[in-house]
């Protein structure tokens, strides 16, 4: 059985648009820019806050990328976690994970991340997350890392 971790009478927004960027769910169909952008800013998003064992350090083909982005769609689908892509027009600069805490599932845990040559983004990408998070979503703890 799989448990929802947001309320039954809850929508998922479809998408958050901040300066700069816009959010959309993450799926397949983002995998080329999505492997594109992570894997050219491996050192930058190991660096950021929440991102000690991912990205692996030597990559990871673009099927098994594929497979990832499947599971977050899955994940979405089924609302026991929302992955939201970073897009900078059509073009993958980042992403947003909202899942439940593995320790405590009463809280909700957030991390992003964006490309090094979008890095003066991820302030900004923090602060529009931080309040869609506190206006839009049924959240009562969070930790933003």
């Not at 594109?36 to 990205?55: E, K, N, Q, V, Y």
């Not at 805490?101 to 090094?116: E, F, G, I, M, Y």
Request: aromatic share 12%.
């Amino acid at each position: 059985m799989v448990v929802s971790f947001v309320p039954a009478n809850f929508t998922p927004p479809a998408g958050l648009a901040g300066p700069g960027f816009r959010l959309e769910p993450l799926g397949p169909q983002h995998n080329l820019s999505d492997h594109a952008a992570w894997s050219s800013s491996i050192p930058h998003i190991l660096a950021t806050p929440g991102f000690i064992d991912w990205p692996p350090p030597n990559g990871m083909t673009s099927e098994a990328n594929l497979a990832d982005l499947e599971q977050h769609a899955r994940d979405f689908a089924d609302r026991t976690g929302f992955t939201y892509t970073v897009l900078e027009g059509s073009q993958v600069i980042g992403c947003v994970y909202i899942y439940p805490s593995k320790q405590d599932p009463a809280l909700t845990v957030v991390r992003s991340w964006v490309t090094a040559d979008r890095a003066f983004l991820d302030a900004p990408l923090y602060q529009a997350v931080s309040a869609w998070l506190e206006t839009s979503w049924p959240f009562e703890r969070v930790a933003y890392r």
